[in-house]
């Protein structure tokens, strides 16, 4: 074999290598997923997992004229277009991550019941309102997730989150200071949603999870739960309590890193 066509062999070797190299770096972008909270057929053009960086455009509509519609993405809130003919319009960037989309609805038509009144304490630290979320296996064990608005003064609230995650030995706790305008947000949502009366007459338990309100009214507290709903009600009520505080909770987090 001629020293010309070893090296021409070599050559072409070297070739196919650099191009078997490039393909499996530059193989199919990585997709992630979105979680529907289990209502994806209610979306239409809805799909599991889309590439970072690609436009996630849905439609939601199944739209009444006697219920407001609100739209979170992990706890922030998007303010979708109607589009005649088509409902709600829901447009945003896929992260690089799995993200989770969550559907809520107020009737309208609902009475409202007496309100909650907020009164912030003079005193520092006091529990104003608590969202508690644990699956049933662990509830008190190694999953769930708590947020709680403590009471600071008549313009700021202390927010503190406590997570668990299966595999953790130790629960998580962090803290932030926010404006007293997320417990004020959360008391409107109370009071729409009339937590108040969740314990007024039978109620039915939800399975597999526990989502847990408590919120100071007047001088006691009272607690909520899916563990006994009333007819008429959704987990969506206490979801929304849970949505401020992740709005709230991610802004501070974002602030701490600016600076």
């Given at each position: 074999m001629t020293s010309k066509l070893k090296a021409s062999i070599s050559l072409i070797l070297a070739l196919c290598v650099l191009a078997l190299a490039l393909a499996s770096c530059g193989g199919e972008d990585a997709k992630y997923r979105v979680d529907y909270n289990g209502e994806k057929g209610w979306y239409e053009d809805a799909r599991d997992e889309y590439a970072a960086?690609?436009?996630?455009?849905i439609y939601y509509p199944f739209v009444a004229t006697d219920t407001n519609y609100y739209f979170y993405l992990d706890g922030e809130r998007l303010y979708p277009e109607y589009v005649d003919g088509k409902g709600f319009e829901i447009v945003f960037t896929m992260p690089a991550r799995d993200v989770f989309l969550m559907k809520e609805e107020v009737n309208t038509m609902e009475n409202t019941a007496e309100p909650v009144?907020?009164?912030i304490p003079?005193?520092?630290g006091v529990m104003l309102v608590d969202h508690y979320f644990a699956v049933v296996a662990t509830v008190g064990g190694d999953e769930h997730r708590e947020f709680v608005l403590y009471s600071k003064s008549n313009t700021e609230a202390t927010l503190k989150f406590f997570e668990q995650r299966p595999g953790e030995e130790k629960e998580r706790e962090e803290a932030y200071t926010v404006p007293v305008e997320a417990v004020e947000r959360c008391y409107r949502v109370i009071n729409e949603r009339r937590l108040r009366a969740w314990n007024e007459g039978d109620g039915i338990s939800l399975t597999g999870a526990v989502?847990?309100?408590?919120?100071?009214?007047?001088?006691?507290?009272?607690r909520v739960s899916t563990e006994h709903m009333p007819v008429g009600v959704s987990e969506d009520d206490l979801q929304a309590v849970e949505n401020i505080m992740w709005e709230y909770y991610n802004a501070a987090k974002d602030?701490?890193?600016a600076d």
């Open positions: 960086g690609e436009t996630v455009r009144e907020l009164v003079d005193e520092e989502t847990v309100v408590k919120f100071k009214d007047g001088d006691s507290y009272t602030a701490q890193k």
